[in-house]
Each structure stands twice: as structure tokens, then as C-alpha cells.
């Protein structure tokens, strides 16, 4: 159980975050929500995770393409819960063009969210695991770590980035009790998805119905949709002391896209 241990989820107000947040607390943890959104639906998420699972729950607003902010979030971590002992780092945006199209800013913003700033968020929190001589890291990398589609350039070099990075800091960890390891999805039904059905309709020449089961379905040999509720019990077990020696995996959840 994570009883008394504190979890910082990045992109935690929405989709797979919130679901791994909750999983995280439901198994005992403090947790540090993440992410943009209404103040109230936020407020509601905060309240739903302390009254649901009699942990305590705080908002950070660090936005994740700013490293001070970053650093912000894990110093409200420390200072509200004492520690830092899980970090998930899952906040991550898309966009959908042809790489001569790819507006540079978007290229920017796609590598500052999905890439960096997991290594700002991981230089930020690993001393404070190394202090206590435990620690989990788990990234939201994606199918797209593995393989590629067309028009997400941006998205798949970030992703790839963060299975290296991965495997990296297990090498670095792999003395101390800390293990980081990242898991990818395939396609999940969360907002993010849903977001892109119009620019896949537009690249594509394609209708809303020809974009979910000739594009996204048509990856995932299941013909299903992956839940968030799946991606957070994978992340509770790599929290879990019989998770101690898995570390630098890229773990594929994904209905068998990448097996074939
Ligand atoms: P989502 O859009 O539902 O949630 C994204 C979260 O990130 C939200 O809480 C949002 O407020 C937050 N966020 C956005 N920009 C931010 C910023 N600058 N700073 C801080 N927080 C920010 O998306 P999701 O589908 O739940 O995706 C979560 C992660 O899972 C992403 O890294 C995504 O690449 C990855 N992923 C998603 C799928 C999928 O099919 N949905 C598949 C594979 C990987």
C-alpha cells in the first residue's frame, strides 16, 4: 500500500492522470494533482480523491513547459506532504500536420510538455526519493514511444524521447530503490483522442466515423478502445513492492498494436 507515501500525477486534472491519480490514492497515497482546466471541475476532482479515499489532496497549476514551475510543484510536494515518492509524469498534448506544415512554435511546445519536461520533473523530485531510499517514476509515454504514425512528428520524437530517458534514469537509479519505467498506451478515449478527430478528418480527407475505425481502431488488433481505469491499475502495480525489479521497461498497453 502507498499509506503515507505522496504521489505527484502531471496532467492528473483529466483522462489518464485523473485515473491514475485516483488509483494512486485509492491504495493510500497523498497526491499532487496537475493540470489546466475549470476551477470548479478541478476543486471537484481535488475534493473527490480526499473524500473518496480519506487521503489528502492538493492542486499545483505548474504549467509543464516551465521548468521553474515544475520545480514550484514538487517544493508544494515537500512542503505540504513531507516527500516525494511517486512521480508520474503524464502531462502531454498532440497535433496532427505534415512535418513541412508543423507550425515551429507547436514543435517547440510538443518537445517543452511530452519530453523535457519529464527530465525537469525528475532532476526536481530524485533527490528527494534518493533521501528516503524509495522511490517510483512512471511516465506516460505512449504506442507511439515504439513505432510511428504519419503527421505526428513532434508527438513520436517526444515519445521515443521518453523511452530513452527512461531507461536512462533506471540505469542511474538502480542502486537506490528507484525504479522508472514508463508505460504505452494505445489509443485510450480521453479527451486528447477525441481532439484530434477533426485536424485526422482534415490531414486525411476522412469523416469522424473513417478516422476511428480506419485510423485509430485500425492500429489496435482488439478493435477496442484502451480505458484509463486499465493504464492506472498498471500504474498501481509498478508502485507495488512486487513491481521492485522491473525497471527501464517500456510496458505496452496497446490491444497488440505494436506486435505487429
Ligand atoms: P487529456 O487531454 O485528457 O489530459 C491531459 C492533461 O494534461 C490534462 O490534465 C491537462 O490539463 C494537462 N496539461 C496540458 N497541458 C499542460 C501543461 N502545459 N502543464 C500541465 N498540465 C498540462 O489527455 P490524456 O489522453 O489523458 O493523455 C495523458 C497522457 O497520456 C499524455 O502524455 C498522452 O500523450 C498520453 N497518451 C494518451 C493516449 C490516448 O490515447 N489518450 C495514448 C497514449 C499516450
Redesign the pocket.
Same mark, same amino acid.
Given at each position: 500500500s502507498l499509506k503515507s507515501k505522496t504521489a505527484v500525477v502531471?496532467?492528473?486534472?483529466? /483522462? +489518464?492522470?485523473?485515473?491514475i491519480a485516483r488509483g494512486l490514492a485509492r491504495d493510500g497515497a497523498n497526491v499532487v494533482i496537475?493540470?489546466?482546466?475549470e476551477p470548479d471541475a478541478i476543486e471537484k476532482a481535488r475534493a473527490g480523491v480526499e473524500s473518496e479515499f480519506g487521503v489528502r489532496a492538493v492542486h499545483s497549476p505548474?504549467?509543464?513547459?516551465?521548468p521553474d514551475?515544475i520545480d514550484a510543484m514538487i517544493a508544494l510536494a515537500v512542503e505540504t506532504f513531507g516527500s516525494v515518492d511517486v512521480l508520474v509524469?503524464?502531462? /502531454? +498534448?498532440?497535433y496532427v500536420s505534415p512535418i513541412e506544415e508543423f507550425p515551429p512554435a507547436q514543435w517547440e511546445?510538443i518537445i517543452?510538455?511530452?519530453l523535457s519536461?519529464v527530465f525537469y520533473a525528475m532532476r526536481a523530485a530524485i533527490p528527494h526519493m534518493k533521501k528516503a531510499g524509495w522511490g517510483r517514476i512512471i511516465?506516460?509515454?505512449?504506442?507511439?514511444s515504439l513505432v510511428a504514425s504519419p503527421f505526428k512528428s513532434a508527438?513520436v520524437a517526444a515519445?521515443h524521447g521518453v523511452a530513452g530517458l527512461t531507461k536512462t534514469a533506471a540505469l542511474e537509479l538502480a542502486t537506490h530503490k528507484i525504479t522508472v519505467n514508463c508505460i504505452?498506451?494505445?489509443?485510450?478515449?480521453?479527451?486528447?483522442?477525441e481532439?484530434q478527430i477533426p485536424d485526422t478528418m482534415k490531414s486525411r480527407g476522412m469523416t469522424k466515423e473513417q478516422v476511428i475505425n480506419d485510423v485509430l481502431l485500425a492500429a489496435q488488433p482488439t478493435k477496442e478502445?484502451?480505458t484509463?481505469d486499465q493504464?492506472a491499475a498498471l500504474a498501481v502495480f509498478l508502485c507495488s513492492d512486487a513491481a521492485s525489479n522491473v525497471t527501464g521497461a517500456n510496458l505496452s498497453m496497446d490491444g497488440g498494436w505494436t506486435a505487429g
Open positions: 502531471t496532467g492528473s486534472t483529466s /483522462g +489518464i492522470g485523473l485515473a496537475n493540470g489546466f482546466g505548474a504549467d509543464m513547459t516551465k514551475e509524469n503524464n502531462a /502531454g +498534448i498532440q511546445k517543452a510538455l511530452n519536461a511516465s506516460t509515454a505512449s504506442a507511439h508527438y515519445k504505452s498506451p494505445g489509443y485510450v478515449w480521453t479527451p486528447l483522442v481532439a478502445f484502451v484509463v493504464v
